[in-house]
């Protein structure tokens, strides 16, 4: 078999195609333990219209601890109204902001809607990356951007096309930018266009996003992260470990060495922590915890080696 040889004009065309690929090429989210979360955006951020465990960030800490993520800290930075300009004037106020791991940025929603410029909102935007990178100890890879939802879809916007067409706009230019730095970007516009079929995606005031939508928003931001450093690879059978719950005792069988027992509520929020001396049977009192939903993760030689979900009655 003789070698194939190409034109030099087209090896020139490959090798450009080549450099066009990989600048464009983002990686996944890379969250280390543990984890210390801002949020910057607006009221898809705080969300508007929803109990405060139920907008996404507060669902997507809950979902990290349920990996197995030690989430010691979830801040937003985030009011309904804001513009590219009040985000970058809040985040200015609140300086100095430190010790972040995981950045997420929304925002552009209230551009379009307040008829600000696509050129402003370009320039803006990418000083909020910029910044966003900066908060998160320099690493692109520690931030991930969401694209703006499209509120045509919900009993406000009515299925005006023209909103839409907006909003398309405003995610070109946000993506494009993202990209240019390295950060993954992830694209839930497609979402929040079943607005209009789906009701329950919908918040109570016609406009926002629901618990429900939030969820599916976390579903997609799920699919891109990826752990660095620190959860442990090589964790026990979960047969190691069988919990029971009676009334507000939890009886805890396991034929392992446990050292701590950790729990979350459906925030994220660490609520209790316990430390345990046993490889055997035992109980654990939950009479101070309130009735509600709670995550349990067992460490062993502080690696997570069991997670599970209770519900307190």
């Not at 908060?135 to 931030?143: N, R």
Request: hydrophobic share 40%; glycine share 6%; aromatic share 12%.
């Amino acid at each position: 078999m003789c070698a194939q040889t190409f034109p030099m004009k087209y090896t020139l065309t490959l090798f450009t195609l080549f450099i066009t690929f990989i600048s464009g090429f983002t990686q996944n989210i890379k969250i280390s333990d543990p984890v210390h979360f801002l949020a910057l955006g607006d009221s898809y951020t705080i969300g508007q219209s929803v109990a405060a465990g139920d907008s996404w960030p507060s669902q997507f800490a809950f979902a990290l601890s349920y990996k197995g993520f030690n989430v010691q800290e979830v801040k937003i930075i985030a009011q309904t109204g804001w513009r590219t300009d009040n985000l970058i004037n809040a985040i200015i106020q609140q300086q100095p902001l430190t010790g972040y791991n995981l950045v997420s940025l929304l925002i552009g929603v209230n551009n379009q809607y307040q008829g600000r410029s696509i050129e402003m909102y370009t320039t803006e935007f990418e000083d909020l990356l910029k910044t966003a990178i900066k908060l998160a100890g320099d690493y692109p890879e520690h931030v991930f951007v969401l694209s703006i939802p499209d509120y045509a879809y919900t009993p406000y916007g009515k299925g005006n096309p023209s909103i839409s067409a907006q909003i398309d706009q405003f995610n070109t230019v946000n993506r494009q930018i993202t990209e240019k730095y390295h950060v993954k970007y992830i694209d839930i516009t497609p979402v929040s266009r079943s607005g209009l079929s789906q009701p329950d995606l919908i918040a109570s005031d016609g406009l926002h996003p629901s618990r429900k939508m939030y969820a599916l928003w976390v579903q997609e931001i799920l699919k891109y992260t990826e752990k660095q450093l620190g959860l442990d690879a090589e964790s026990f059978a979960n047969n190691a470990i069988t919990c029971t719950l009676y009334q507000k005792q939890l009886l805890v069988k396991t034929g392992i060495k446990l050292a701590e027992l950790l729990i979350y509520n459906t925030n994220g929020k660490l609520v209790m922590a316990q430390k345990l001396q046993s490889d055997t049977d035992f109980a654990v009192n939950l009479g101070n915890l309130h009735a509600a939903m709670y995550l349990l993760q067992f460490r062993s030689n502080k690696k997570v080696v069991y997670t599970t979900k209770i519900v307190l009655q």
